[in-house]
DNA sequence: ACCTGAACACCGTTCAAGT
DNA sequence: ACCTGAACACCGTTCAAGT
């Protein structure tokens, strides 16, 4: 029932669409990925798209559950505390290379169910770890929310300290232009799960 | 050399300005918040604003600089952790009754200088929790980039674990819809500066 | 001198008309 | 039946014309 008779293949299809959408976020950035960029680089008409997708929202969508379904998984991930690090930087630095991503999980307002083996591996190894029950999903989630804290913070942002201040305490760059963002990433996440295993 | 004589007050100011913008954003949402909207509320044409501000672009930053101002500051956060960890409650509950703010700090490529003062009280109080100099910075972003996902999940982000797999372990909710916020953050804050001071 | 209506170049989305 | 050009209702921004 799946298979129409002489049909040949649509130029477009949900695919392609997001095969293209991805490119175009990849290698223009997020805000050149309009509807009608989409179309063009499929050789389509702009409104051709709503054929195969709903709305704008739900091209985003789709983008975030491609992430999703590529992000890692490892079943031995509750192996050591430093596989632990290692399975999130693995992640992180899947992610960092999308920066769109990110920005598209804040924003979106999704349950990325396409997330599930990466969450499930995580919620395994940290019971391996010795993490009890009810706390498993609780420390899930802050090691996901400050992931996606350090893959938000990619642009500049932070702030510098004044040089105000009696002692010269602040001096230092508080943002984090110059570190490297994966290496600052894992030092936090491994102070977290060691306060979160103690 | 400030005070144009017989000069009544413009209809429009970069303060009357950022109030209505505040306004609305807080009681419309950032999807609500365009240039005609702003002008509308204060009265004026559209192409008002742009006597005051060169673009929408510094309307946003205007924003976060006027929240990042009103950042609490505790000089005496270094106190204890758990006066740490109620300094950074503070400032994310302050941030989560202005959902639009985290969003705004996490697209844009600011340097809040406004915040410094936020950033210098928990500085020095890391500093007096027996964070040595360089970890500081390294520290203090840590805690900031872990606020800011947790803010940014606001929106019921996270995923649910399939129901698929041997052992029936991740049945938890991973997202956080029913939980209280503020509490969560403080619970994964508390175990990341422990984790941190070990 | 200051303000702003109207216009411009974009959006996402719809729908009637094309094949 | 499927596709899509043209139109519509929005954006941010500019600029010539108004006061």
Redesign the pocket.
């Known amino acids: 029932m799946n298979t129409?008779r002489r049909g040949r293949p649509?130029?477009?299809s949900r695919e392609s669409i997001v095969a293209a959408a991805r490119q175009i976020a990849d290698t223009e950035g997020m805000e050149a990925?309009?509807?009608?960029?989409v179309a063009q680089a499929l050789g389509?008409?702009?409104?051709?798209l709503?054929?195969h997708i709903s709305?704008?929202?739900e091209l985003l969508l789709l983008l975030a559950q491609d992430v999703a379904i590529h992000l890692p998984v490892d079943e031995r991930a509750g192996e050591s505390r430093q596989r632990m690090v290692a399975y999130w930087s693995t992640a992180h630095d899947y992610l960092a290379r999308h920066p769109w991503a990110a920005r598209i999980i804040a924003d979106g307002e999704y349950v990325l169910d396409e997330a599930a083996p990466f969450a499930a591996s995580a919620m395994r190894g940290l019971e391996a770890l010795g993490l009890e029950r009810p706390e498993g999903a609780r420390a899930y989630r802050a090691m996901w929310n400050m992931m996606l804290g350090y893959l938000l913070n990619a642009h500049p942002v932070g702030h510098t300290v004044g040089h105000g201040h009696a002692s010269p305490p602040g001096e230092e760059e508080l943002h984090g232009r110059e570190v490297d963002r994966g290496a600052d990433f894992a030092w936090a996440l491994e102070r977290l799960l060691h306060g979160m295993l103690r």
Do not use: E, H, I
Request: proline share 5%; net charge positive.
């Open positions: 129409k649509p130029l477009l990925l309009t509807v009608r960029r389509g008409g702009q409104a051709s709503y054929r709305d704008r929202g």
